[in-house]
């Protein structure tokens, strides 16, 4: 997963000072969910913010992310990050 991420940060590196897609997959009153939303809209993405029971139901998100345990769970560019913290590395 690691490797995983260090790659996906790499070829991100031609996209810096571009606008990437963020998908922020949430549960309702998520503090993390709400935090990486921020992030992502304050260094200028666009940001489409989902949430679970509005957007989506725990089948689907089941199945887009199988091996996820927690929330939010984020998509840049059509890519699966995982959490906040790799989008607050990736956005640094």
């Given at each position: 997963m690691l490797?995983d991420?260090?790659?996906?940060?790499?070829?991100?590196?031609d996209?810096m000072?571009?606008k990437m897609k963020?998908?922020?997959?949430?549960?309702?009153?998520c503090?993390a969910?709400k935090?990486?939303?921020a992030?992502a809209e304050?260094?200028?993405h666009?940001?489409d913010?989902?949430?679970?029971?509005v957007d989506?139901?725990?089948?689907?998100?089941?199945k887009?992310?199988?091996?996820a345990?927690?929330?939010p769970q984020?998509?840049v560019?059509?890519e699966?990050?995982g959490g906040?913290?790799?989008?607050?590395?990736?956005?640094?």
């Open positions: 490797v991420f260090i790659l996906l940060c790499e070829g991100m590196l996209k000072g571009e963020v998908e922020i997959y949430s549960i309702p009153n503090a969910c935090k990486a939303k992030l304050n260094k200028g666009n940001v913010y989902k949430v679970l029971g989506f139901t725990h089948l689907e998100m089941a887009k992310f199988p091996k345990v927690s929330v984020i998509v560019d059509g699966h990050i906040y913290v790799e989008l607050e590395k990736l956005l640094k």
